[in-house]
């Protein structure tokens, strides 16, 4: 029998893989090019197995196959650790200070990355600068990995809940190697409406459109 305790747990960590594992469906995010390791436009169900099999390995902190209540926990405690810097068992008000402003120039350095990351996508003509017709493809992407942002099937509240009580088909209170890969297919699958093992950028886009037309019935109903 599930327990709310484990459930509450390991949601969180379980979404994190899911949304990792769901990603196929948004071109141009940063897991979706992760997946893709080839870069070849194409995500296969082997490397949506190879990205899925990563994100376990880094979620199954005590390594024993499986995501468990005590991975959670390991994982708050690390988190602790990081934010009590002088390992005394209490976070002042001075280590939560200094623990945001690290965080907060760690999202600069990313943030500068991307956006050197994004000038030179957009710089289609290698010039060093940007021309209008460039300017506005890039806010048009933009756009779009807004409205995309977040929508990925569950990664926080119910969604993930329901997640992990899909992924957990043994109902042991905890999801193997097996039940995750299981999830990864089963999610995969969704996406690939042909059966071709592959998801093209035309299957992303009618997932899209499909996820769109469920949130406009919810909101009518």
């Not at 650790?81 to 999202?107: F, L, N, Y």
């Not at 905890?174 to 999830?183: Q, T």
Request: charged share 35%; hydrophobic share 35%.
């Amino acid at each position: 029998m599930r327990t709310t305790r484990f459930l509450t747990l390991t949601a969180g960590a379980l979404a994190l893989g899911g949304a990792s594992i769901a990603v196929a469906q948004h071109h141009g995010s940063p897991a979706a090019t992760a997946m893709d390791a080839d870069k070849d436009g194409i995500i296969t169900l082997a490397e949506a197995k190879v990205h899925g099999a990563q994100r376990f390995e880094r979620m199954d902190v005590d390594g024993d196959g499986a995501l468990t209540s005590a991975d959670r926990a390991t994982r708050a405690a690390e988190r602790f650790a990081r934010v009590d810097i002088d390992g005394d068992g209490e976070v002042t008000r001075a280590e939560m200070s200094a623990t945001r402003e690290a965080r907060e120039a760690e999202r600069a350095e990313r943030r500068a990355m991307q956006q050197a990351r994004m000038f030179g996508r957009l710089d289609t003509d290698n010039s060093g600068g940007l021309s209008q017709a460039e300017m506005q493809a890039g806010a048009e992407l933009r756009r779009e990995r807004r409205a995309e942002r977040g929508k990925l099937g569950g990664t926080s509240g119910r969604g993930s809940m329901a997640m992990l009580r899909r992924a957990d088909t043994d109902g042991n209170n905890a999801v193997s190697r097996a039940e995750f890969e299981k999830l990864v297919e089963a999610r995969f699958a969704r996406v690939d409406t042909d059966s071709s093992g592959t998801i093209t950028q035309e299957e992303r886009a009618a997932a899209k459109a499909s996820r769109k037309e469920r949130r406009q019935r919810g909101a009518g109903s």
